[in-house]
C-alpha cells in the first residue's frame, strides 16, 4: 500500500473562518480514522469547539497554551511561557507519532504578537514527520511560512455583523 503524502496548511487573514475551516478538516480527518491534536494558542476556556471535539473521546487530542486574555502590547512571560511549553509539547508529540493530523491554531497570531520566534516555528516545520498533516491558523501569517507550506488560504473580511456591535455568538463564534 503507498503512503499518503500529507502537507502544511495555513488558513490566514482578516476574515472570520480560519479555525471554522481547520474543524472542518478534523471533522473529515476523524471520519477518516486519523488521530487528532487540537492546539490553541491564545485562546482558553470552554468554548463550543472544545466541547464539541471532546466527544470524540480518545481520538482528539485537546491542548491550549494560552491565558484567555488578549495581549496587549508586549506579551507578559507567563504568556510567553505557556506558548513556548505548547510548543514543546506539539515537537514531543510529532516525534512520538502520536498523530496524523496537528492543528496550530493561531499559531501565527502567536508569532506576530512575539509569544514564539519564527526561528521556533521554522524548527516545527523541518522537524515535521512526513506521515503528519500540519495545519497553522491565525492572522498575519509570516511571509517565510506562507512560502514553506503547501497550501495558503486567505480569508478576507468583506462584511462582519461585529461592525454593528454585535458580540460573539455562543455556536457561531464561540
Not at 472542518?24 to 470552554?46: D, H, N
Not at 495581549?71 to 508529540?93: D, Y
Not at 515535521?128 to 491558523?137: A, F, Q, S
Amino acid at each position: 500500500m503507498q503512503e499518503e503524502t500529507r502537507y502544511i496548511d495555513v488558513y490566514t487573514g482578516n476574515g472570520k473562518g480560519k479555525t471554522t475551516a481547520a474543524l472542518g478538516l478534523i471533522l473529515r480527518a476523524v471520519g477518516a480514522g486519523w488521530r487528532v491534536l487540537f492546539c490553541q494558542f491564545l485562546k482558553y476556556g470552554e468554548f463550543s469547539e472544545i466541547k464539541a471535539l471532546k466527544k470524540f473521546g480518545k481520538q482528539v487530542t485537546v491542548r491550549q497554551y494560552g491565558s484567555g486574555g488578549f495581549v496587549r502590547g508586549r506579551p507578559s512571560e507567563k504568556e510567553i511561557g505557556m506558548a513556548l511549553a505548547g510548543l514543546g509539547e506539539i515537537m514531543q508529540a510529532m516525534e512520538e507519532g502520536k498523530y496524523d493530523l496537528i492543528v496550530l491554531d493561531e499559531i501565527n497570531t502567536a508569532v506576530y504578537l512575539g509569544l514564539i520566534s519564527l526561528k521556533d516555528i521554522r524548527n516545527l516545520l523541518e522537524r515535521r514527520p512526513k506521515d503528519v498533516e500540519l495545519i497553522l491558523t491565525g492572522r498575519w501569517a509570516p511571509e517565510e511560512i506562507i512560502e514553506r507550506a503547501d497550501l495558503v488560504t486567505e480569508v478576507r473580511r468583506i462584511k462582519h455583523y461585529f461592525s454593528k456591535g454585535v458580540p460573539a455568538r455562543e455556536g457561531i463564534e464561540k
